[in-house]
């Protein structure tokens, strides 16, 4: 703690830190008179509580220290005690939400434009807007389900598998406040941080029932989804009274970790998507007619947009600008570029040629991977967590699915929901507290924990998406007609063609 009986160099730069982060001058902070003793209260406001006191310069100073270390202000008092000492900088500290701000936005640009340009080039032509309007669609129906009551269902309460409405249409929602999800960030920006995770999960369904379900019913299906399956998860794992997060929660049943959404993102919708797609059918022509992807430009671009989108992911989930967010980034950089070369070798050994289709793959398949261990693993691991990512997802994707014969369009269950549940599992088998101070505690039966909440995710997404299938196909079903399918589904269903025709 800096002392403030001799004013040495060190205390010069914390007076003007401190001026700087409260507005006023450095001398002031030193010099300035005390104030005039306030009158002595009437009897009748005797009782009243006393306001909290002005902060010493140590105190000032410390709030300083905990935010360049990103922890917790030193004068905010015990959860549910009233504040003792005021702090000069109560609110968002620049940096870490600059980073929160940014990180958001690059979240949402992994959907819009990252994931319909991945998905859409991978698609026939007749389907590239069908495939755009219902990425579109999906971030505006979340966006307003998360306004209306996903947020408070995902993050209120102290319930273990949902949460409540106490924070329904974002009641208490503050850009001044912070806490909601970390120290140093506006819990509005933890809010709509969290609001891109919502959004691009369901997205990424998309990918395994492309060219033959309906808008209509891709929309009902995604509000049921999130109220049966995301909503329940995002509580479960980031809550601090969610069921399985180990980090936040000491009585967590499943004391799992999951640091960007492994379980929450990847394993949720890769397992819902082969459940669809199951239930849906194969697309008229599967296997009988070539279904090459019309632009496989517009897929790597969409893979470059993914790339850089996804720092956001993992390392905007560190929820600051500190050491542990430069680690996923990290790891986040090695883990794609490592599974996307090794899918390259692959199809070079057994096809002969590396394809683009393959690199973009198995960088993706790297991004999921790492996602759910991003903020608890070295970088070298990382890179063996890479390579594993490029052969066990392209052993899905190009083994597997052709055993069995079902139709993942785009293979969002053999990245996502393998890729996904392949990255829970190590990041149990890799998780060290070299990287994140949080494993050492957890450590011990890790990986039978995160064996546990892999099971558990499987189960509750199989079932659910099978019962909301069924629902939606009773309602207003779920496939086009044989003749839109035939025709594509840009024009019947949205009146444009993704390209004209001459």
Known sequence: MIRTHILGKTQLVALAAAAILTGGSWLSAQDAPAPAPAPAPAAAEAAAPAEPADPTLEQRVADIEAYMNNVQRPTDPPAGEERKVKSNIPGPGPGHNAWQMTSSALVLFMTLPGLFLFYGGLVRRKNVLSVIAQCMGIAGLVAILWWAVGYSLSFGGTGKFLGDTSMAFLKGVEPGNTGAGYWWISDVMWCIFQLTFAIITPALIIGAIAERMKFISVLIFVAIWMFAVYFPFAHMVWSTSGFMCGPLNKEATIKAIDFAGGTVVHMTSGWSA?????????????????????????????????????????????????????????????????????????????????????????????????????????????????????????????????????????????????????????????????????????????????????????????????????????????????????????????????????
């Open 274 to 502: 082969l459940v669809l797609c199951l239930i849906l059918g194969p697309r008229k022509g599967y296997g009988k007619e070539p279904m090459p992807p019309h632009s496989m430009v517009l897929c790597a671009i969409g893979t470059g947009m993914l790339w850089v989108g996804w720092y956001g992911f993992n390392a905007g989930s560190a929820l600051g600008a500190d050491a542990i967010a430069s680690n996923a980034f990290g790891t986040t950089t090695f883990a794609a570029a490592t599974a996307g070369f090794t899918w390259g070798v692959l199809e070079w050994i057994l096809r002969g040629k590396p394809s683009v289709l393959g690199f973009c793959s198995g960088i993706v398949a790297g991004l999921v991977v790492i996602t759910p261990a991003a903020g608890f693993v070295t970088l070298t691991s990382s890179v063996i967590m890479g390579v594993l990512a490029g052969v066990v997802p392209f052993i899905a994707c190009i083994f597997i699915k052709k055993a069995l014969g079902y139709d993942d369009s785009l293979d969002t269950f053999g990245v996502h929901g393998v890729g996904g549940t392949l990255g829970a599992i190590l990041t149990g088998v890799f998780a060290d507290e070299k990287a994140n101070s949080v494993v050492g505690g957890l450590k011990d039966g890790l990986l039978m924990e995160q064996l546990k909440a892999v099971g558990l995710t499987i189960v509750w997404a199989v079932v659910a998406t099978a019962v909301i299938a069924f629902i939606v196909k009773a309602i207003v079903g779920l496939r086009a007609t044989p003749e839109v399918e035939e025709s594509g589904l840009d024009l019947p269903e949205h009146g444009e063609a993704g390209y004209e025709m001459h």
